[in-house]
């Protein structure tokens, strides 16, 4: 099935952008409004985004075309070239299931992963992952189950991790996120593929999840 990234350089002086930016939840019902006629389906890729505050950006993961309209005028900025593969349209997109579809197993790639790392306590409720030790070993554990695995570099995952602390009080979308970068391996292509198209962990809708790869600097 298509899937498609699309860039959305935020235009920060906009006051809508700043509204959306203090508060999850209209970022969320932001970026959903975009796509009226998607449904959530196990067979279908999922809506997945990522903020990226300090670039002014997010980044937009989507299989259903999101009516761009629906953003108000002046909400993003224009488009600015790039060596990123993005076309020169007015959202710049790119298309990733056929290079997703040309890669092999033992191919290492470059990825990042927002996510928000948690364990299961008494057996019902989750909990956050605080420390660095914990967060890594949360993505080594996903890494089994998506198709791939982190290298072992000096007998460590060869990860960067930045564990970003919620306000207190925040709402559940600002709580204990954690970024990572780093390097994979695939091992098994269709399930990396779908952790693509459908995100890793909890809390996708709120901007988890979306894994983004890319081919290491030769």
């Known amino acids: 099935m298509t ?12 006051p809508e952008v700043q509204r959306d930016l203090k508060d999850c939840y209209l970022l969320h019902r932001r970026i959903y409004d975009l796509f009226t006629d998607w449904e959530a389906r196990p067979d279908q890729p999922r809506v997945l985004y990522r903020l990226e505050l300090e670039r002014h ?6 299989g259903t075309r999101p009516d761009w309209s629906a953003l108000p005028q002046g909400y993003l900025m224009p488009s600015s070239d790039d060596d990123l593969g993005f076309d ?30 948690e364990k299961t306590a008494d057996r ?3 909990r956050p992952i605080g420390d660095q030790a914990g967060a890594v ?10 198709g791939f695995e982190i290298p072992i570099v ?6 960067r991790l930045t564990l970003e ?50 081919r290491l600097p030769s």
């Open 3 to 14: 899937l498609f990234l699309s860039r959305l350089d935020l235009n920060m002086r906009h």
């Open 57 to 62: 950006r997010v980044l937009l993961q989507w």
């Open 88 to 117: 020169d349209s007015q959202v710049p997109t790119k298309r990733i299931d056929q290079i997703l579809a040309s890669l092999n197993v033992g191919t290492e790639l470059a990825f990042q992963l927002r996510a928000r790392p």
């Open 124 to 126: 019902r409720r989750r």
């Open 137 to 146: 070993a949360w993505l080594v554990f996903q890494s089994d189950h998506h």
């Open 154 to 159: 000096n007998g460590l995952p060869d990860v």
């Open 165 to 214: 602390r919620a306000r207190p009080g925040a709402k559940v979308g600002e709580f204990n996120q954690a970024l990572y970068r780093g390097r994979l391996r695939i091992r098994d292509l269709q399930a990396l593929t779908r952790a693509v198209e459908r995100g890793i962990g909890r809390h996708r809708a709120f901007g988890m999840g979306l894994l983004s790869l890319a």
